[in-house]
């Protein structure tokens, strides 16, 4: 059974960054198409951003220029690189991976002052 477990959230004030990482478990990670959804209070849970096995990636338009996903496939991670952040992005952040159907258990990102 594939696991995956983010970490990485936190407070940051508007306009600073965080670097979310999620590790997965199992030897075929490599060929996964990963991706990092959110749920911020009150609302549904959303798409962020995606990366391929192939890595390319697709992002939501709300986080476009300013949030990176990336890969390791050598340390079976997926990271959310989150830039020039806004109040409107905090959230519980999770890891996702399509082809099992598996999730992580979130991370929380608070963006306040």
């Known amino acids: 059974q594939v696991q995956v477990v983010e970490s990485g959230g936190g407070l940051v004030q508007p306009g600073g960054s965080l670097r979310l990482s999620c590790a997965a478990s199992g030897s075929m990670f490599s060929r996964y198409t990963m991706a990092w959804y959110r749920q911020p209070p009150g609302k549904q849970r959303e798409s962020v951003a995606v990366i391929s096995s192939g890595g390319t990636t697709n992002y939501a338009d709300s986080v476009k220029g300013r949030f990176t996903i990336s890969r390791d496939n050598a340390k079976n991670t997926v990271y959310l690189q989150m830039n020039s952040l806004k109040p409107e992005d905090t959230a519980v952040y999770y890891c996702?991976?399509?082809?099992?159907?598996?999730w992580g258990q979130g991370t929380q990102v608070t963006v306040s002052s």
């Open positions: 996702y991976c399509n082809e099992l159907d598996v």
